[in-house]
């Protein structure tokens, strides 16, 4: 009889947990970004994502980085979501075990790009009208929102989000922000 309840007991512990991060997701997609903007580094904000990667060995991520020291204004917290979000999708899009991700950034104008580049599957035709949809996912244990939770940051920011992709080749988003973003009226 204990197996069992303790079959059970995880069970349930299990399904709360999903449950919370359900809940948690929902929360993030609909509250607004109210944190302050501040300075951040674009090469800090970048390595700050690269480190949390760079002991698995089952991945390969690299950055380059143009005018790494470029200051932009941003909330940090928010914007290393989306880029964490990005570098988990194309974990889970890498099918051989052979992850490759790139990081590019650098300035054009008045604005920075940073694009993740993966080498994983690539996004089904049929799927990429719908991919910042919110609760469309193509994972048994998504929620959907992870898309759409980042590109509602990216446009608080006033900048956007696009994606190329290309089927057994790999997809690269390409996130788009103005340098000194225009103050927004609560």
Sequence with gaps: ?????EKTAANIIEQIESLNKIASDFSKFS???????EPVTLGNLIESVTDLY?????????????NSEIVIQCVPDEIRRVMINLVKNSIEATENGKCSITIKAGKQGEYIFITIRDNG????FENRDS???PNFSTKSSGTGLGLA???KIIEAHSGSIEFESKIGEGTAFTITLPIDPPVKEA
């Design 1 to 5: 009889l204990k197996p069992a309840i």
């Design 54 to 66: 760079k002991h698995d060995d089952t991945i390969h991520l690299t950055s380059v980085i143009n």
């Design 31 to 37: 509250r607004p970004i109210r944190d302050p903007f």
């Design 149 to 151: 939770i980042s590109k």
């Design 121 to 124: 599957s690539g996004i089904p």
């Design 131 to 133: 991919i910042f949809v």
